[in-house]
């Protein structure tokens, strides 16, 4: 099966700080690629899909990038609202597979 | 507002069945796919199944195949989960999620989940 693998596998950055986070598929799955936000206690929260496009109502400082096997997430002025954990999906065809996520904290 | 509630949780032994139930409302239930995904606590998300808008579409994961099967009743606005032979690793709590309009196999909302533990 098809794996997702994401980078790194946590971090801690400031208030205002550029955040990066990678998603790296095993295969090719051209943009069937989507980012989650989950704060701690809460649901899974969908930020992006298409690999670039933003969801309805996700703040603008989040952005994605990529095709084919990697993919990026970027925060461009992180926010303590922030703090939370990112999985990348991948949703070509089935199964369909997250990464294990990215725990984002503040510095 | 989109509502999706979870139910049917609970402690079981290995080897025994349970069927969560998921009840939604606020949206055209029969329009959309819906999903289970699952999660151990702490741990990351795992897709489980899949079904289609009018209960065709069903994929499943892996590790679930041959033993756990999703249904839907679109005239009572619910999802299903039945599990049988279950197994200690199938100890997580299991959120009902909705399709979003631009693709089948993503998420836009999820339920509160409903936990689910395998043990003797």
């Known amino acids: 099966d098809m794996q997702m693998t994401q980078s790194p596998s946590s971090l801690s950055a400031s208030v205002g700080d550029r955040v990066t986070i990678t998603c790296r598929a095993s295969?090719?799955?051209?943009?069937?690629l989507a980012w989650y936000q989950q704060r701690p206690g809460k649901v899974p929260k969908l930020l992006i899909y298409?690999?670039?496009t933003l969801q309805s109502g996700v703040p603008s400082r989040f952005s994605g990038s990529g095709s084919g096997t990697d993919f990026t997430l970027t925060i461009s002025s992180l926010q303590p609202e922030d703090v939370a954990t990112y999985y990348c999906?991948?949703?070509?065809?089935?199964?369909?597979?997250f990464g294990g996520g990215t725990k984002v904290e503040i510095k | 507002e989109v509502q999706l509630v979870e139910s049917g949780g609970g402690l079981v032994q290995p080897g025994r069945s349970l069927r969560l139930s998921c009840a939604a409302s606020?949206?055209?239930?029969?329009?959309?796919?819906m999903h289970w995904v699952r999660q151990v606590p702490g741990k990351g998300l795992e897709w489980v199944s899949g079904?289609?808008?009018?209960?065709?579409?069903?994929d499943y994961a892996d590790s679930v195949r041959g033993r756990f099967t999703i249904s839907r009743d679109n005239a009572k606005n619910s999802l299903y989960l039945q599990m049988d032979s279950l197994r200690a690793e199938d100890t997580a709590l299991y959120y009902c999620?909705?399709?979003?309009?631009?693709?089948?196999?993503?998420?836009?909302?999820w339920g509160q989940g409903t936990l689910v533990t395998v043990s003797s």
């Open positions: 079904i289609g808008w009018n209960g065709g579409s069903i």
């Open positions: 606020g949206f055209t239930f029969d329009d959309y796919a």
């Open positions: 999906q991948k949703y070509d065809s089935a199964p369909l597979t």
């Open positions: 999620a909705k399709a979003a309009a631009v693709a089948a196999k993503i998420f836009d909302y």
């Open positions: 298409a690999a670039s």
């Open positions: 295969q090719g799955i051209t943009n069937y």
